[in-house]
């Protein structure tokens, strides 16, 4: 029998959200209900608000989240009732053609729940990457559900579900930053925060922080940034420049989603250097670049999807991390609030006066 719960909904495109019931079906084959305990507020959230994703309102939104499984289909093993887990939107398929070439953090037939969770007239939501935990219970499918340590707290577990790990991945797996490398980082908001603390993690010897809010470059800062460049005041090429020896970064991170930054990351890098792509560009936005350059410098440019992680792989490794003291991911919660708290949370967002605000049922 279907739950009733609260929710927060986006009806249409550039509207506010607002609170509904949310009908939350029963776990059939597959499936997994959770009680969802903290949710952050990110960036494709607003995004799927201003249409940005598709137009397949009405949307229940949330997706970076940790909570309690409550119940599981008949066939679920992997995770069962009382387990804390993370959610992921990579439930990773085993069957297609990336995992059977043993790369399954590129799946490429990803799932999620099969069940609808529906408004109380019966309309149909549409969960926000497959998750809709901006809501006090939610269907996912079981592979979306990673287990971790319960001693974490679910306002910091709950970050790695979505740009804290874009950001720790584009670093760690996408980049393959290597101990003593040289790193530059393109936008310092939360996923660009998660990447400078990824390439300290791995061992970067000089980290340099690009933005053009001084605010975040303080925060970069405090998040491992040896070096920090306003890029409203100084032109990023020639300051990474010269912080390198004259050369460039051997891997650049563009933490933006825009073309102009792209490009600056593009000339920022040492020859045969790496350029990572994590930030998420409007659908009209397009790069311009002489193929010469392209050609001629070398290297890598390496879009990242989700941090090219592998939950089941990853999240409790991260975890681990943080409960040993060597990944500070409380760093990131800017604010935890209520579920009614989610529009004017992402007015702040906008503002850039936060890294994460986080619900927090």
């Not at 001084?214 to 491992?224: I, S, T, V, W, Y």
């Not at 912080?243 to 593009?266: H, R």
Request: glycine share 12%.
């Amino acid at each position: 029998m279907a739950q009733q719960v609260s929710g927060v909904i986006s009806r249409s495109k550039g509207a506010p959200v607002e609170m509904a019931t949310v009908l939350v079906p029963d776990p059939g084959p597959g499936e997994a209900l959770v009680r969802v305990q903290a949710c952050g507020v990110c960036h494709t959230d607003l995004h799927y608000r201003e249409g940005a994703i598709n137009d397949d309102f009405p949307f229940l939104l949330g997706h970076e989240a940790a909570g309690v499984v409550e119940a599981v289909g008949p066939d679920v093993v992997d995770v069962g009732p009382g387990d804390f887990v993370i959610l992921n939107w990579r439930a990773v398929c085993g069957q297609c053609r990336s995992c059977r070439r043993g790369r399954p953090w590129y799946c490429f037939s990803t799932h999620n729940a099969t069940q609808k969770m529906t408004l109380e007239d019966g309309t149909a939501l549409s969960p926000a990457l497959g998750i809709g935990a901006f809501a006090e219970k939610t269907l996912v499918a079981a592979g979306q559900c990673t287990k971790v340590d319960v001693a974490a707290k679910p306002e910091v577990a709950g970050l790695l579900g979505c740009g804290v790990m874009a950001g720790l991945g584009a670093a760690l797996f996408t980049g393959e930053i290597g101990r003593g490398d040289s790193v530059a980082v393109f936008g310092c908001g939360g996923v660009g925060c998660a990447a400078i603390a990824g390439a300290r993690l791995a061992g970067a010897a000089i980290v340099i922080a690009v933005d053009i809010d001084a605010r975040k470059l303080d925060q970069a800062r405090e998040f491992g940034a040896t070096a920090v460049v306003n890029s409203s005041e100084t032109d990023p090429v020639s300051a990474i420049q010269s912080l390198t020896e004259g050369n460039g970064a051997d891997v650049c991170i563009e933490a933006v989603g825009n073309p102009k930054v792209f490009e600056q990351a593009f000339y920022a890098r040492d020859l045969a250097g790496t350029v990572v792509q994590v930030g998420v560009p409007d659908p009209q936005m397009r790069i311009d670049l002489p193929m010469i350059d392209f050609f001629g410098r070398g290297g890598r440019l390496k879009p990242s999807w989700y941090g090219d992680c592998l939950p089941s792989r990853d999240f409790p490794m991260l975890i681990d991390l943080y409960l040993q003291g060597r990944l500070d991911l409380e760093r990131f919660v800017s604010e935890t609030i209520a579920l009614d708290g989610v529009e004017d949370a992402f007015a702040r967002m906008q503002r850039g006066e936060v890294l994460r605000s986080v619900v927090v049922l």
